[in-house]
């Protein structure tokens, strides 16, 4: 269903779940291009990019957003007609942007004069809560941080693996992106409005420091993984060492012990003292060989 909010000369019409019959109006009221509509209809996420036709452009942009357990990021995707008394927007979920619109039919704030400004209100309201996406993800590297120095390693291998996760997801989404943005800013891609520089920049330097957050988070927390796995590997070879180490003192004693378990004559056998003999020379034994492995400084 396409709803519609006027603003004088400028309409915005949104459209939540389109379906054939939406896609029929826009062809026969706006002439939109056939391949135009067969991306809208895709269900596969579209890289971001801009077509430019004589009469509109059409912009396919990608923003991110928390699924239902707020730990993942999961892409969403924005398609926009924008010509010189409309914009268009389809979404096939509910979310942000349909929110944004829902808020605005109701009381009507915004104050428009052109097309090209409606589309910065818009991008202007998505690029801020991409910041508050990117921003948590940087609270759990941070987070990630406090937790690789932990005596458990179930905890910090699920965050680090889940934040990981979540930098790449926001890199590959934000990197084909960004020239989209330069273009608005310098002049590629030309709009209706004049003077729309400064607004077009405004929208890139956010978009630049939200990119320049996320490659701070991705080296950050390869850091953090990659401390993380040496100290589980000096955790390993502790334990090794040390199992090591009581293995070597348990050899010579089980070697004696087998020794006297034998039905043969051996050495104090038949004395009175023979049991507390050989006990007390597997303590020298250990003391002996204590004494070496802290000299080794092994221990």
């Avoid at 009581?246 to 003292?273: K, R, W």
Wanted: proline share 3%.
């Amino acid at each position: 269903m396409i709803e519609t909010i006027k603003y004088e000369t400028i309409s915005w019409s949104h459209i939540t779940k389109p379906t054939e019959i939406d896609f029929k109006y826009l062809i026969d009221t706006y002439n939109f291009h056939p391949l135009d509509i067969d991306d809208c209809k895709s269900v596969k996420f579209l890289r971001p990019k801009v077509d430019i036709y004589m009469d509109y452009y059409f912009m396919n942009f990608h923003f991110p957003a928390f699924d239902k357990s707020n730990s993942f990021i999961e892409i969403r995707e924005l398609k926009v007609f924008w010509g010189k008394n409309f914009i268009i927007t389809l979404g096939k979920s509910q979310w942000a942007i349909k929110d944004f619109f829902d808020n605005e039919k109701s009381e009507k704030k915004l104050d428009i004069d052109s097309s090209d400004k409606l589309l910065y209100i818009i991008l202007d309201k998505l690029t801020k809560m991409t910041q508050n996406v990117v921003e948590q993800v940087e609270e759990d590297v941070n987070m990630c941080g406090k937790l690789i120095f932990s005596k458990k390693a179930d905890k910090p291998i699920h965050k680090i693996s889940i934040t990981r996760k979540n930098i790449i997801a926001l890199n590959t989404m934000f990197k084909p992106q960004l020239p989209l943005f330069s273009r608005l800013q310098n002049g590629s891609i030309e709009g209706f409005a004049d003077d729309m520089e400064d607004y077009w920049g405004n929208i890139l330097d956010y978009y630049q420091k939200i990119w320049d957050i996320v490659e701070d988070c991705g080296e950050l927390i390869k850091g953090y993984s990659t401390t993380f796995d040496s100290l589980q590997v000096n955790k390993t070879n502790e334990v090794i060492k040390i199992l090591t180490l009581i293995s070597s003192v348990l050899l010579p004693i089980t070697f004696i012990a087998s020794m006297y378990g034998m039905n043969i004559d051996l050495p104090f056998q038949n004395s009175g003292n023979s049991f507390m003999i050989v006990v007390f020379g597997m303590l020298a034994i250990i003391l002996l060989m204590g004494g070496y492995f802290k000299y080794k400084d092994w221990i």
